[in-house]
């Protein structure tokens, strides 16, 4: 089936070319060019809808251009915008309260991307394992698991295991050691007298909603609160409701040291990421040793806190965990059709497996984007399926109606 040729009209192909001839090619979108979009619902430069099955890998959980964010966003647009932390202004403080609350924590340190949040919490581990820990300088070690993804960043690929992400792009920052994903026994083996952290997704979401055997987190958190090392839960694709609970880290019962957020944080509007943790850890840190210009800037903040504002009540958490029914129910015809030949599901975010008959990841998604739903496979013949918390149960049920037809289901 040759369905990315006829899915791909010559208006559509002109904007394509321009991308392929001057932008870099880091990345191989499908052939579809978005002009706007609202809700679950996405238009292209064609006049065709497309069902967002994707979120921007949650990015857009609370759908496009929510009303209450865009609406945040223009407010702040007339007043203020940038300000640099060089001077206060008046939605910082308020931003830092509400998040620390959301999180039950004490403290916030705002950046801009994940992978900064990512780099900070790792400048703060390692700043409280000397300062705090007393250990010996330039010692630090921080655990984390094989599979992870963490970001683009030299340092962040430097404890990649994805060649992709790594291969002619060191030399590489040390002071990381790798353990199987979802290995308690191997994750216990690997504490030192110079660990300072261990830094997780509760979900691997980039090597395809990957979910670690029951109670790992758990005793997780029990080894490294027995060892005194932070336990650093990267919750930036995870977090903000996309798996039911506020937090992924809630299904298990397990508080982290440090909350990394971002993603969803800043509305599908702005990027705004954080680390959020404890007066004792945040603390470490003193004028001029960290910081970044946009970080907490009014407009950042302004959105933000709208997206704190909507995750307090909880309405969006319990939307994720009953469509995630939903969509569990809707998925499990094709795993035991053997056309998915894996199946993870954990509130409104599932990856699938398809089966190497039904063709790789990539060409089912081709297949969708002919259907109208848009999906993006990951690491070859997995499908990562993540709508926004918004979504219409009939457009879930259309939507997965469509991937089955797809899979010949
Ligand atoms: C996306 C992601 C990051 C990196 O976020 P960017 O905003 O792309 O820098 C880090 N960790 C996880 C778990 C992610 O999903």
Redesign the pocket.
């Known amino acids: 089936m040759n369905s990315s040729a006829s899915a791909e009209p010559s208006y559509s192909a002109a904007f394509i070319a321009r991308s392929e001839e001057y932008g870099a090619h880091n990345y191989a979108p499908l052939p579809v060019v978005i002009a706007s979009a609202e809700g679950a619902w996405m238009t292209d430069v064609e006049g065709r809808r497309f069902l967002d099955l994707l979120s921007a890998?949650?990015a857009l959980n609370f759908g496009h251009r929510h009303p209450r964010l865009v609406d945040a966003a223009h407010r702040q647009l007339d007043r203020l915008t940038l300000t640099s932390r060089a001077f206060h202004h008046d939605l910082f403080g308020e931003l830092c309260a509400r998040l620390a609350e959301l999180c039950g924590m004490e403290r916030v340190l705002p950046m801009n991307?994940?992978?900064?949040?990512?780099e900070t919490a790792i400048k703060v581990a390692r700043a409280w394992g000397y300062r705090v820990k007393g250990l010996p300088e330039g010692m630090a070690k921080i655990v984390v698991a094989g599979g992870n993804?963490?970001?683009?960043t030299t340092t962040?690929i430097s404890f990649s295991t994805d060649r992709e992400a790594r291969e002619d792009f060191g030399p590489y920052t040390p002071g990381f050691e790798i353990v199987p994903y979802g290995d308690l026994t191997a994750l216990q083996a690997a504490l030192s007298k110079h660990t300072v952290a261990v830094l997780l997704?509760p979900v691997q979401?980039?090597a395809g909603v990957r979910l670690p055997p029951e109670g790992y987190f758990r005793g997780v958190r029990e080894a490294t609160r027995e060892a005194d090392v932070l336990l650093i839960a990267?919750?930036?694709?995870?977090g903000l409701g996309r798996t039911g609970r506020t937090f992924a880290c809630e299904h298990e019962g397990v508080v982290p040291d440090m909350y990394?957020l971002?993603?969803a944080l800043g509305g599908g509007i702005v990027?705004v990421?954080a680390v959020v943790s404890s007066s004792r850890i945040l603390g470490v840190l003193r004028p001029g040793e960290h910081g970044s210009t946009f970080g907490g800037n009014p407009l950042a903040c302004a959105v933000a806190l709208e997206v704190v504002a909507m995750l307090r009540t909880g309405e969006f958490q319990e939307r994720a965990a009953a469509l995630g029914n939903r969509l569990e129910r809707l998925l499990e015809p094709l795993a035991a059709s053997g056309a998915v030949d894996g199946l993870r599901v954990r509130g409104l975010w599932a990856g699938l497996d398809v089966h190497p008959s039904r063709g790789s990841g990539r060409s089912v998604a081709e297949r969708l984007m002919a259907r109208g739903v848009l999906a993006k496979e990951t690491h070859g013949r997995t499908l990562r399926i993540a709508p926004p918390l918004v979504i219409d149960e009939d457009d879930l049920d259309w939507g997965i109606g469509q991937l089955a037809e797809v899979l010949e289901v």
């Open positions: 890998y949650s991307t994940g992978v900064e949040a990512v993804f963490h970001g683009r962040a997704e979401g980039e990267d919750e930036i694709q995870s990394l971002g993603k990027p990421s």
